[in-house]
């Protein structure tokens, strides 16, 4: 337990000088071309922004509304009337004399 004890209570070495140069001028050289790269588009010379500031607009879509009417005519027949027969399914095939299993219907 004393032998982990005392690893706890070192403090760390201080930096060389040639370390802390090395780091200084790192900061010092961010810190110049973060300068620089402010100034060009301050000024207007970023590449990037030019080209967005000169693309032309896209014209507006042009939409085709199409409206559809469709009318439906529900008749009520009194409860007394004789049933309609449907046309379709009246139908009788000319070779067996029965009406069609498949409903007819038209497109227009």
């Keep these: 337990m004393t032998d982990r004890s005392a690893g706890r209570g070192r403090s760390r070495e201080p930096l060389s000088r040639a370390a802390l140069c090395a780091i200084w001028a790192t900061l010092a050289i961010f810190l110049a071309l973060l300068a620089l790269m402010a100034t060009r588009v301050a000024s207007g010379e970023d590449p990037a922004l030019r ?41 009788v095939s000319a070779s067996g004399g029965y009406a069609s299993s498949l409903p007819v219907t038209r497109t227009s």
């Design 51 to 91: 080209a967005r500031a000169a693309a032309t607009p896209l014209p507006p879509r042009r939409v085709l509304v199409r409206r559809i009417y469709e009318r439906r005519v529900i008749v009520h027949l009194p409860p007394d009337a004789p049933p309609q027969p449907a046309q379709a399914s009246q139908q």
